[in-house]
């Protein structure tokens, strides 16, 4: 049973250009979180894919972007990249029919590198 | 902005000791939970506690939740290099899973 898939492991854009970072859930899961940690701090919430729609969404502006596929994979797009969105970005995965209380898996995640 | 606080920010230890790591937060929470994070890659989920539970135990791993201080600990039992890490809490305050991270505890076991 594959755990949560990040692709690519590591990338590097230089400013101004746009970036897709792939996900592909937990099997059995169908709700898919991105979050953004930059070097030495804790994972910043991004937003929340459920139901192919943007079900949640932390404080980050309208250059992040994501899709998420009717087979529960999920997307992250950055345009206009900064410096500043150097991270590492981080996706995790929840099962069916979760309400509180439940587990998130994270996928290894994938690096970015804004030069 | 992060909501928990973990202190202290980096722990030094030697092999068999306990290590504890504390979690402040600031609004009132569904669950906290525990994550460990090797050398800046992926999340482990190591537990779960619920707002209505005081104490959990895992193997080596007890966690307790304090709601009045807003507060939570995380015990490690006689620690080994493996638990070398950073740990991070996470809490749920709000719908649909999203959880809030700390700032994170460094801990290093000495062989």
């Known amino acids: 049973d594959a755990g949560v898939t990040q692709s690519p492991t590591h990338l590097i854009k230089t400013r101004g250009q746009q970036v897709t970072l792939r996900c592909s859930p937990k099997?059995?899961?169908?709700?898919v979180s991105w979050y953004q940690q930059a070097l030495g701090q804790g994972p910043q919430f991004i937003f929340q894919?459920?139901?192919?729609?943007?079900?949640q969404r932390g404080n980050f502006p309208d250059r992040f972007s994501g899709h998420q596929f009717p087979n529960y994979s999920s997307e992250l797009n950055v345009n206009a990249l900064l410096l500043g969105d150097s991270a590492l970005y981080l996706c995790?995965?929840?099962?069916?029919?979760?309400?509180?209380?439940?587990?998130?898996?994270f996928g290894p995640g994938t690096r970015l590198l804004v030069l | 902005s992060q909501q928990g606080e973990e202190d202290p920010q980096a722990l030094s230890i030697q092999e068999g000791e306990n290590a504890t790591m504390n979690c402040s937060y600031k609004?009132?929470?569904?669950?906290l939970q525990w994550y460990r994070q090797n050398s800046g890659r992926g999340l482990v989920h190591l537990i779960l506690?619920?707002?209505?539970?005081r104490e959990k135990h895992s193997g080596r791993l007890r966690v307790t939740l304090d709601t009045s201080k807003k507060s939570s600990s995380l015990l490690i039992t006689a620690s080994r290099a493996a638990d070398t890490a950073s740990y991070f809490c996470?809490?749920?305050?709000?719908?649909?899973?999203?959880?809030?991270f700390g700032t994170g505890t460094k801990l290093q076991v000495i062989p």
């Open positions: 995790a995965s929840l099962r069916k029919g979760v309400t509180y209380g439940e587990t998130q898996y």
């Open positions: 099997s059995g899961h169908d709700t």
């Open positions: 894919y459920y139901e192919e729609e943007e079900r």
């Open positions: 609004t009132s929470i569904n669950n």
């Open positions: 506690i619920r707002s209505n539970e």
């Open positions: 996470a809490v749920n305050s709000g719908g649909y899973q999203k959880v809030t």
